[in-house]
């Protein structure tokens, strides 16, 4: 039997240019048959990254990988990773093969049954089996796919100034938030200045008469 791969990458890395560095991976995908399956920009604190999922042909991944990589000096994250699902594939394909075999003895049954319950309960049968074999031929499926299919997860960004915009603004909140809070102050005195006049006053004189005393 043929062992089956799936095989897939992650790759993150900085860039001095965005337009140019995106560019060039999608000539590198299309040279090698693949397409972008996913592809997302996010502003984040100090950088603005952009985002791609490719999937290619599995016998080109290698290809890929190579042309992304080429004039990139240091990847924050690389990863590849080949995983061997071949046990799964055989396991899969044997329960299918005799699944369709009971289905097959089941409609063999329904031809000859002649009683409703048997039928009825023969068809349920069948159901439940058809059930399993639509959910085993999906998982199978799935696996070509992905085996087919390699799947490529590339993270590019630029750094920005925008940290300092941030901490300017942070200062500036700061300021703003102690001014506000001074005449917030001020305003209290000034609604509360009648209290004060009257105890200030009265103490004035409580102190002249201690010192009388």
């Known amino acids: 039997f043929e062992i089956e791969l ?19 991976i999608r000539n590198a995908a299309q040279v090698n048959s693949g397409f972008l399956s996913n592809e ?10 952009q985002h791609l999922t490719i999937r290619v042909p599995s016998r080109n991944f290698d290809k890929l990988v190579d042309a992304v990589c080429k004039g990139v000096e240091h990847f ?17 394909e044997a329960r299918l093969k005799t699944k369709k075999q009971v289905e097959q003895r089941y409609q063999d049954l329904l031809k000859r049954a002649n009683k409703i ?18 959910s085993i031929e999906g998982r199978l499926r799935y696996l070509n796919n992905r085996v087919d299919y390699s799947t490529l997860d590339i993270s590019f960004y630029k750094r920005t ?14 300021f703003r938030n102690g001014w506000d809070g ?6 209290g005195l000034t609604s509360i200045w ?15 008469r201690w010192r009388k005393k």
Do not use: C
């Open 6 to 24: 799936i095989k897939t990458g992650t790759l993150e890395f900085q860039t001095s240019d965005l337009g140019s560095t995106y560019q060039r």
């Open 40 to 49: 997302s920009t996010a502003n984040e604190y100090d950088r603005i990254v």
């Open 76 to 92: 924050d994250t690389k990863t590849i990773e080949a995983v061997d699902v071949t046990e799964e594939f055989v396991d899969a």
């Open 117 to 134: 319950s048997e039928i009825l309960e023969i068809e349920r049968q069948i159901g439940e089996l058809r059930a399993e074999i639509e």
């Open 161 to 174: 100034p925008e940290h300092r915009v941030v901490e300017e603004n942070r200062f500036g909140r700061a």
């Open 182 to 187: 001074m005449i917030s102050f001020m305003i």
């Open 194 to 208: 009648p209290f004060l006049l009257i105890f200030g006053v009265g103490g004035y004189f409580l102190w002249r």
